[in-house]
């Protein structure tokens, strides 16, 4: 949903670059093409939602005529075309330099192979190595109610876990949800809050109620890193830091397919909010599915939630806070009554997430159309090969880059939000 591109990054840091929320008085149709003058790239094609180059970025399309820009050094925009709203970031290479501080200074150790202290793993974001110990660890200490397996390969060769949960065995068949997080590299707060929402749900198990009954109900598979190259790549230095596609080395030289537009169906694919500029961080790649990170976390949610009785599924993102239902790809509506169904319950769960959501900034449950379409996304999929319950969740914050202390609040609002949707498989 975040739109985005890096293309002018490379070679310089974040310093003096700035986050802005713009108002677009004349339409974003006429704040687009103004900021693709002002910051023009040589791509060929003709883009509904423009590239630019130069270090600028689109981060984020509100439907109120809303924008939120990264923004190079000295940069003064068009005041006839852009109206400001607020500094959403004023220094974002503070804010990259922070995290990595608050990451030196966690109090989370993997040393013992001991969980006592894993509510320090939430302390503050953690590299891909130690997201891989917290979840070996984890599966290790509760055997019972955890297995994990790899399900495929990411493009550089790096084995995709998912986790499976499961409690009591029943009689039947259970409902089954698919939870997966961070199609997009710098979304770091998405697999965070997904792994918070892990944690819970096994820690908590036998002693709450409420959680307890669900895992008992419900089988789980979770993906906390479909794109873990994106990952990795991300956390190599503060360049590299809002890197959003796959790893992918494209024909033209440049690198990534955006994963969240790789998805089929086919005859939806690249249809729409996605570029064919390789370059371009909303590039749709070579095909539907061309990317093994798509087709693993496809192929892998599909088996799993096929013949069941009910199905649910999440795709974790930032930042929102927006609860998106299908279809993302066309301003369509759902026929009814499903229309209706997703509606009811999208405001069921924004009013979970909304009940311990304490900032101004409250969820919105909307279809995922609203802003832009966008083909080539999870819930898309899931919905027309098997009706999935399935909703994008963009998390809270206000960047990619998002102080430690909202970890553990988003953590607390998935659970809850995770817990309304579950509501909906077991009635
Ligand atoms: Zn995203």
């Not at 310093?15 to 929320?21: D, E, I, L, M, T």
């Not at 001991?114 to 891989?132: L, R």
């Not at 570029?275 to 061309?290: E, I, Q």
């Not at 997430?353 to 080539?376: C, F, I, M, T, W």
């Amino acid at each position: 949903m975040l739109w985005a591109l890096l293309a002018g990054v490379a070679g310089a840091s974040y310093a003096g670059y700035s986050v802005a929320r713009v108002r677009t008085p004349l339409g974003l149709q006429a704040a687009f093409e103004a900021l693709a003058q002002q910051f023009p790239c040589n791509a060929a094609a003709q883009e509904t939602i423009p590239t630019l180059c130069g270090g600028a970025e689109i981060l984020k399309i509100s439907r109120i005529n809303q924008l939120d820009l990264l923004l190079p050094p000295n940069t003064h925009l068009n005041t006839t075309i852009f109206t400001s709203v607020s500094v959403l970031v004023p220094d974002v290479q503070q804010q990259i330099e922070e995290e990595q501080v608050a990451y030196k200074n966690s109090k989370f150790s993997l040393n013992d192979g001991n969980v006592s202290n894993f509510g320090a793993f939430f302390d503050s974001f953690k590299p891909y190595d130690q997201i891989e110990g917290f979840v070996k660890t984890l599966v290790a200490t509760y055997p019972n109610l955890l297995s994990m397996e790899a399900v495929g390969n990411t493009v550089q060769g790096e084995p995709i876990v998912a986790i499976r949960i499961q409690g009591k065995q029943g009689t039947g068949i259970k409902p089954g949800m698919y939870l997966e997080a961070l199609q997009h590299a710098r979304e770091w707060l998405a697999p965070t809050t997904l792994l918070y929402v892990l944690n819970e749900l096994v820690t908590n198990y036998g002693k709450d109620p409420a959680i307890t009954k669900l895992v008992d109900q419900i089988d789980f598979m979770v993906v906390p890193l479909v794109n873990i190259d994106g990952y990795k790549y991300s956390w190599t230095n503060s360049q590299t830091r809002l890197w959003r596609k796959n790893r992918r080395l494209n024909k033209d030289g440049s690198y990534g397919v955006d994963l969240n537009r790789n998805w089929g169906p086919a005859a939806t694919w690249c249809s729409s909010g996605s570029s064919t500029v390789p370059s371009s961080d909303t590039y749709c790649g070579t095909a539907a599915f061309s990317e093994p990170e798509a087709q693993t976390a496809s192929s892998a949610s599909s088996k799993f939630l096929s013949g069941r009785p009910k199905s649910a599924a999440v795709d974790f993102h930032t930042y929102g806070p927006l609860l998106l239902w299908p279809w993302q790809y066309t301003y369509d509506k759902l026929p009814q009554p499903d229309y209706s169904m997703f509606m009811k319950l999208g405001q069921d769960i924004e009013n979970g997430l909304n009940k311990l959501n304490p900032r101004s900034a409250k969820y919105v449950a909307e279809q995922g159309s609203d802003l832009y379409p966008h083909s080539g996304g999870m819930i898309d999929f899931l919905w027309t090969t098997g009706r999935t319950l399935a909703f994008t969740l963009e998390g809270p914050g206000t960047s990619f880059t998002p102080p430690d202390s909202l970890i553990e609040p988003a953590g607390k609002e998935g659970l809850q939000g995770i817990q309304v949707l579950a509501g909906a498989l077991l009635n």
